[in-house]
């Protein structure tokens, strides 16, 4: 991930975020004021997130499924807008972006139900997903965060409880479950397997 046209001295807001355009179509997340530049995931990393998105579109309405593409505005010491792998909308996050010009979920819109984040390699990926993002979408009120580690095997579910995320690590053939999605019934070998 590397850094874009914003620098410390030049820290964006939240609004000039919203305008930025280059022209390309570059992502970017925003944390801290700073444009960072999102790379393209993995062959491995889109298909875990694939593999979900079908499963949930199973159990929940096309409409409230996001997938790479809906930005949450989250707190952070400056202005920060994340871009979850995988999102489900409540019935009000999704008519507050109804109509919007761009996908956003800004502060003083509700939050979503759910949101997925397949762990990238290496430190700083595991870092942003597993500590700093855990921190922003509950402080967000987002009622699960799902962690999906590739590496170690394993799904964190994170579940909001009275203001922070209670977390509930799965492994193996043990079945997920969720409040959001309860009928689903995969296991973390399930959505690791390749085939």
């Given amino acids: 991930m590397s850094q874009a046209p914003s620098t410390e001295s030049q820290l964006l807001t939240f609004e ?19 444009l960072l530049e999102m790379p393209p995931e ?24 996001a997938y790479k593409d ?12 994340r871009i979850p792998d995988l999102l489900v909308h409540t019935e009000e996050s999704k008519a507050a972006v109804r109509g919007t010009p761009r996908a956003t979920l800004t502060r003083d819109m509700p939050p979503p139900a759910l ?30 965060y799902w962690i999906v580690d590739p590496e170690v095997q394993q799904i964190t579910l994170c579940r909001w409880v009275s203001g922070l995320y209670e ?21 973390p070998a399930e959505i690791f397997a390749e085939h």
Avoid: M, W
């Avoid at 762990?119 to 597993?130: A, E, K, L, T, W």
């Avoid at 799965?170 to 009928?183: F, N, R, W």
């Fill in 16 to 34: 000039e975020y919203l305008l930025y355009s280059e022209g390309t179509d570059t992502r970017y997340e925003l944390v801290n004021g700073v």
């Fill in 42 to 65: 993995s062959d491995a990393n889109n298909d875990i997130a694939r593999k979900l998105l079908f499963e949930f579109a199973k159990h929940l309405p096309i409409a409230l499924l």
């Fill in 70 to 81: 809906t930005e949450i505005e989250v707190s952070g010491r400056r202005a920060t807008c």
């Fill in 115 to 144: 949101v997925v984040e397949v762990v990238s390699p290496g430190q700083s990926n595991r870092d942003r997903d597993y500590r700093y993002k855990h921190t922003e979408y509950a402080a967000r009120g987002i009622t699960e």
């Fill in 167 to 187: 977390d509930k690590v799965y492994a193996g053939s043990e079945t997920l479950q969720s409040t959001i999605v309860p009928q689903l019934a995969l296991t």
